[in-house]
Structures are given as C-alpha cells and as structure tokens.
C-alpha cells in the first residue's frame, strides 16, 4: 500500500497514471470512431451494429464503460493535482516569456482537455442516455438520432469544435504518454512525430466527418 | 550598440520587486551580456546608485551561476550557451531587453537577479551519489563500460546544475536536472547499487522542493545550455516505473557495505 501511496504522491508518478489512462481512452476513441463511420453504410449497417453491442456483446460493453469511466477519473484527477502543483511552481510570472518548444497541442492540454470533459458528458446526455433531445430521438434508432441531431447547425457545430480539440489533445497526448512511459526519442520538432500525426489527423477527421456529412445530406 | 534594458530590481528576499528600465550606451558588439551588465553597473555605481546584482562565476560556460531571463529566454536567445557566452552582436542596435531571474518558487530571489539554487543541493543530496569503494584507484579498463552508455551518461553528466531547464518550463519542473542527474549514473557500473532508491528518493525530493511535474513542452531542452535531451526524462521515468515495482529490500539494494 505504502508503495501505491508513494508513486502517486509524486508528480512523475501521477503523470504515469496520465499517461496510461489517456492511452486507454486513445483505444477507445479509435473502436469508436470506427464504429460511427458505418453510418455512410446506412441505417441497417449501423443500427445492427448498435444491436450487436446492446444485446450479445452487452456484457463486454459494460466492462469496457466501467474500464472507461475509471480512466476518465484517473486523468482528470491526475491532471487536476498536476495542474495545482504546476501553477504553484511558479507564483511570479515573467514580464517577457517566449517558448521556443511547446506546440498548440502542449499549449492546449489544459483547456482542452476541460472542453472535452464537458463535451462527453453532454456527448453521453444525447446520444447515450437521450437525455438531452435538440430533436426527436428514439432509443435503439441510432442512425435516425444522428441524423436528426447532425441535420441542427448548433450541434454540428459543438461536435465540430469538440473534435478539433480532440485532435490537438491527441497530437501532443500521443506523442508524450508514450515519452513518459519511457520510450526515448522525443523529437521537438513538431512535424516529425509521425504517429502522433497520423493518429490526431485519421481521429479527428474520421469523427468530424459524420456530423459535417450528415449536415450536408451527403449520408445515403 | 545603444540599448534598453529592463532589468528586475528587489532589494532583498522580502523585498518588492518591480521592473526598471535603464540605458546601456556605446556597448561593444563585441562584448559578452555579462561585460554588458558591468559596463551598466559601472554607470550606476559612478551615479551613487545601487548596482544591479546578478549571479557569476567562471564566465565561459561551465559553471552554471550566470543565471537570466534574457528577453523571454533562458540565457538568452541562442541554444547551447549560458548567459556569458551571450554576445551583444546577438542583438540588434537600439533594442529593448528584458532581464529578470529565474521564476520558480523553489528559487526565491536573494536580489535583483540572483536567486537561491540552494534546492539542487538537495535533490542531489536525495540520492545524486555513489557509494564508491574507497582505497587506491583502479586500473583503467577494470570496470568495462560501454562506449553507448558512456556517451549517454557523459551527455547527462554535462550539466551545470544552473536552473535553465525549471526556469523555461512553463510548469517550473525541474525534470531535466533531475532525469540528468540520474540518468548519469544510471547508465554506468557504479551506478547501479543504489540505482532504483537513488530514482524514488530525487523525485521526492524535486518534489517536496515545489518544482511541478513534467508535461513534455520540450522548452528545457531548448534552453539547457548543455543542450541536455528530453530524453533523460524518459529515462527517469523507466527507472521510476520499475522502482515502483520493486520491494523496499529490492531497492535499497547491495551497495558496497
């Protein structure tokens, strides 16, 4: 216990849980897109698909919902005491402060991430729980739910500025969580982090694609 | 070359500070930003006034006490240099420059731009040593290390202890001091009796000092005037890891009894 207590009472110790937990969440968001981009196979496709997850494969669904939720809280909690720790480090500012290093996606952690926390609450509000209906939506119909929210500009809009700073979260998420787990060569130049490129990219366009397409009736 | 300086003066630890601007006229281009400084405290100490207190040492970049915040930029704005090693021909004619001290907590000001290093001591006294067998020296070539770790440890072992990388990062994290500090000795023989508690024991340390944690902006990097890589952290954090995993007795480990 005491060895639990002391790993998470040090910054590189909380930063590991960050780590680990944001990759977790990379898994999930990478299934998850996936799985909305059948929506351009049309309504059977993915309304099937929906049913596969809520009927046979209902258990491995909550598994996977509670392994989720557990991550979330992990790294937001480790963000929120890192954060703490990080101002405090450094009570004067300077008058003059030019970083050279630090990229839109490093410099965007923070904000970002609280976008995208309040995002999946209002994400899991409509879509999962119905709770929140911008139009008629009808359990179990997941196609015709997309498409009657996605056809309101308002929420294309929130998904679309959402996924931006999912992209940018993932460029510089990507690319440090496997830096502090202790791969070597990080590279500071910003444009040679291929993987982390590619991933930010393919996610944030694979998901901005939906609500945008859906927007201009361009989903059979 | 004419220039403007803004300089950060406190008169003492408690002191208020604030930000004051002074003239630096006909300075040569070929002078370094120390000589700079003097040629300016020279005017100020013929004026009565109190001169500007800044920290330095050797003067040709090993000795990491030349510690400014030269216009946003740990040691000024080019890489691999302390502040003596700056030269004005960096700027241009005319310019305004903005010095201040180090801004991390773990350094309060002592005055003006000196600040109190005093918690590197400590992080290196947390486990920053050897428990080296004394007696008569070895043979050269009796430990064999390799020419990769070698190199690798020489690369951490270059740095100066001087605070660029807490100063330049935008969380005041002293991750790069520290992950070169251990990674050091990690990569050599002698390292390796007290290699995990030496791990646990300096994070700690960097911890308890009020540095912040890492967030891989990569500015140390940058601003290290040893150009020590980012790479030492990922390091760090692998010895972190299985420390972590290891028993106390795992951890404390041989050492040379």
């Known amino acids: 216990m005491t060895r639990a207590v002391s790993f998470w009472s040090s910054t590189v110790g909380k930063k590991i849980v960050m780590a680990v937990s944001g990759l977790i969440m990379v898994g999930f968001v990478i299934l998850h897109m996936v799985g909305n981009l059948q929506i351009f196979e049309g ?21 996977v919902r509670v392994v989720l939720l557990l991550a979330l809280v992990a790294h937001v909690v480790s963000a929120y005491q890192l954060t703490v720790l990080d101002r405090a480090a450094r009570p004067v500012p300077y008058a003059k402060r030019d970083l050279q290093a ?31 209906q911008p139009a008629a939506l009808t359990e179990g119909d997941v196609y015709a ?7 309101l500009g308002w929420v294309t809009a929130i998904y679309v500025v ?43 366009a694979g998901f901005t694609l939906v609500p945008v397409a859906v927007y201009f009736h361009l989903v059979p | 070359m004419n220039l403007t300086l803004r300089v950060w ?30 040629v300016v405290n020279d005017e100020l100490t013929l004026k009565g006034e109190e001169p500007i207190a800044f920290d330095h040492d050797c003067r040709e970049g090993i000795c990491g006490s030349c510690s400014m915040m030269i216009d946003g930029h740990a040691h000024g704005p080019n890489q691999g240099t302390a502040t003596c090693q700056l030269h004005m021909r960096s700027f241009e004619d005319g310019a305004t420059i903005f010095v201040e001290p180090w801004r991390v907590r773990a350094f309060p000001v002592v ?72 990674t050091h000795l990690a990569q050599l023989p002698q390292g390796q009796p007290e290699r995990y508690r030496r ?59």
């Open chain 2, 9 to 38: 003066r406190q008169a003492g630890p408690k002191a208020p500070g604030k930000m004051v601007e002074y003239k630096a006229t006909e300075i040569s281009p070929e002078a370094s930003f120390l000589e700079m400084m003097d």
């Open chain 1, 162 to 204: 959402a996924m931006i700073f999912l992209g940018l979260h993932l460029y510089h998420g990507a690319w440090s969580s496997v830096r502090t787990l202790g791969f070597e060569r990080g590279r500071l130049d910003p444009f040679k982090r291929p993987v982390a490129i590619v991933l930010a990219l393919v996610v944030w």
């Open chain 1, 43 to 63: 309504s059977a496709k993915l309304n099937s698909y929906s049913a596969f997850l809520h009927g046979p494969a209902n258990e491995v669904l909550w598994i």
């Open chain 2, 199 to 257: 791990v646990v024991e300096m994070v700690a340390q960097h911890d308890a000092e009020g540095f912040g944690g890492c967030t891989l902006h990569g500015e140390c990097q940058l601003a290290c005037p040893k150009e020590i890589s980012i790479d030492t952290i990922s390091r760090m954090n692998r010895d972190y890891m299985v420390a972590a995993a290891m028993s106390q007795e795992e951890k404390v480990g041989g050492g040379t009894g």
């Open chain 2, 111 to 182: 005055k003006d731009l000196c600040v109190d290093r005093s918690a590197f001591d400590r992080i290196i006294a947390a486990g920053g040593f050897i428990t080296a067998a004394t007696g008569g020296a070895q043979d050269a070539n009796n430990v064999l290390v390799p020419k990769v770790a070698s190199d690798l440890a020489m690369d951490s072992a270059a740095c100066i202890g001087c605070g660029a990388c807490a100063a330049a990062c935008p969380n005041g994290s002293a991750s790069l001091f520290t992950a070169a500090k251990i």
């Open chain 1, 102 to 132: 630090a990229t839109i996606g490093s410099r965007t952690m923070r904000i970002g991430g609280i976008i995208l926390a309040l995002f999946i609450v209002l994400h899991i509000l409509h879509f999962t729980t119905l709770t929140l």
């Open chain 1, 145 to 151: 739910n997309g498409i009657a929210s996605f056809q």
